[in-house]
């Protein structure tokens, strides 16, 4: 099996609805802030105040955040009020964050759905497309592809 036709199984996505919304965005808020204090991923201004909601569809999993003045910081409680709105499956977040694919090409295949503030949509799909990927993300990318 190729990493691009990973899915998780259905009872992942059952559960992980489950997930208080705090408990759920600790992992990837945890992973941002260390990725900006080793300065591998360090928010522009224009994602300043900005809410985000990352969907991992086959987990089940909704997440979101703001950015206050470059921190990642979570929202106490899923609310519609955000300003984009990602959703794909794990192995295309995945792909993305390590930069085996980028966000163009999960796009155009209709991988990575966009919706809210089409400009900051477009604004935060060049930044990651743009930011230096550690080392070791770059050796397991190798190792999956």
Not at 8 to 31: D, E, H, Q, V, Y
Not at 44 to 50: D, I, N, S, V
Request: one cysteine or more; proline letters at 5%; aromatic letters at 10%.
């Amino acid at each position: 099996m190729h990493l691009t036709d990973f899915r998780f199984p259905a009872l992942f996505g059952r559960l992980g609805k489950l997930i208080p919304a705090p408990l759920a965005s600790a992992p990837l808020l945890i992973m941002l802030d260390i990725a900006r204090r080793r300065e591998w991923l360090l928010a522009p201004e224009t994602l300043y105040g900005k809410c985000f909601q990352i969907q991992i569809e086959d987990m089940g999993l909704t997440i979101q955040f703001v950015c206050d003045q470059g921190k990642f910081k979570p929202r106490r409680s899923n609310a519609v009020d955000v300003d984009v709105r990602l959703s794909a499956m794990a192995a295309d977040f995945f792909q993305l964050a390590s930069g085996m694919a980028d966000a163009d090409t999960l796009f155009f295949q209709r991988k990575l759905k966009i919706e809210g503030d089409t400009e900051l949509g477009v604004a935060v799909k060049y930044w990651l497309d743009a930011s230096e990927r550690p080392e070791w993300l770059n050796q397991l990318a190798d190792k999956l592809a």
